[in-house]
């Protein structure tokens, strides 16, 4: 199993601003991703994190909004960029295996934009 | 696409009832999928697969290809397993291998 952990663990930004989240694993893991859960809503992946390369974008995510680094098998960033009240949601990172293999995840960042 | 879909949003049944939260799904390829958990206040967490084939909490969820299903069931409720479930399905797309969650289904069991 991996233990996974994120920060800051909440924040209330202003509008315009960017913020960086961060997460951590536990152990070394071969996948990492990033969602977002909007209010009432289901998890909607925002990207593939990749080691060592640049992130696999989901349909309707840009690298210019949500900027990812993920530089050893342990670690990765998120950045939301110029943020709107709409970024207001909760961020999620996992990690585990390929396919069939457990995803486990980060507690979340719940992002307040006003 | 791939597509997971829970039709109930809500669903709450009285303790020591049967429960059965409902997914089906859309996808072309072999299809692998879950179920995870939220308990209030809590994580997200696996509670189980199918290629497992196991019970865990007393839950089991049986792969239907021909129903294109993953349906969770329980037995006999208990207030314990009041959170929300996901179903969700792994998928494999140039090398990029993903889950696509469905929408959830806030389980309440009723005392």
């Known amino acids: 199993s991996a233990v996974i952990s994120q920060k800051p663990s909440r924040d209330i930004c202003q509008r315009g601003t960017s913020l960086t989240i961060q997460c951590q694993v536990d152990s070394q893991v071969t996948m990492m991703f990033w969602y977002r859960q909007q209010p009432g809503q289901s998890l909607t992946l925002i990207a593939t994190a990749n080691q060592g390369s640049e992130a696999t974008y989901e349909s309707g995510f840009v690298i210019d909004k949500f900027p990812i680094s993920r530089p050893n098998l342990t670690f990765s960033t998120l950045t939301v960029s110029n943020m709107s009240p709409e970024d207001s949601s909760i961020y999620l990172c996992?990690?585990?295996?390929?396919?069939?293999?457990?995803?486990?995840f980060g507690p979340g960042t719940r992002l307040l934009v006003l | 696409a791939q597509r997971v879909t829970q039709p109930e949003k809500l669903l709450s049944v009285f303790k020591g009832a049967p429960v059965e939260l409902k997914c089906n799904y859309s996808?072309?390829?072999?299809?692998?999928l879950f179920w995870y958990v939220q308990y209030s206040r809590q994580r997200l967490q696996l509670l189980l697969r199918?290629?497992s084939r196991e019970s865990i909490k007393g839950f089991t969820a049986d792969l239907n290809k021909g129903e294109t299903s993953f349906h969770l069931k329980k037995p006999f409720a208990q207030e314990e397993d009041s959170a929300m479930y996901y179903c969700?399905?792994?998928?494999?797309?140039?090398?990029?291998?993903?889950?696509?969650f469905g929408t959830g289904t806030r389980l309440t069991i009723i005392p």
């Open positions: 996992s990690g585990g295996g390929r396919g069939s293999e457990t995803q486990y």
């Open positions: 996808y072309s390829g072999s299809p692998e």
């Open positions: 199918h290629i």
């Open positions: 969700a399905l792994a998928v494999s797309s140039f090398g990029n291998e993903k889950l696509t």
